[in-house]
């Protein structure tokens, strides 16, 4: 069992790197939740906002933090 929460920590910190870099070198995008929006980032590290309008059409617009 883990010994405390700054180990836990790190172990998600670690998968979250691994994950984000076998996308990359697939070219593939990552989708998450940030600040209560949802983003897709690119292979390139670019980042868009995703989000659907009244008939639910999706738009993806330039991502600013």
Do not use: P, T
């Not at 697939?26 to 008939?55: H, L, M, Q, T």
């Amino acid at each position: 069992m883990l010994e405390n929460r700054e180990q836990l920590q790190e172990i998600l910190k670690k998968a979250n790197q691994h994950a984000r870099k076998q996308a990359k070198e697939s070219g593939a995008s990552i989708y998450y939740i940030k600040d209560n929006k949802r983003v897709r980032e690119d292979a390139e590290g670019n980042k868009f906002e995703i989000r659907y309008d009244a008939a639910g059409k999706r738009q993806e617009l330039e991502y600013h933090e």
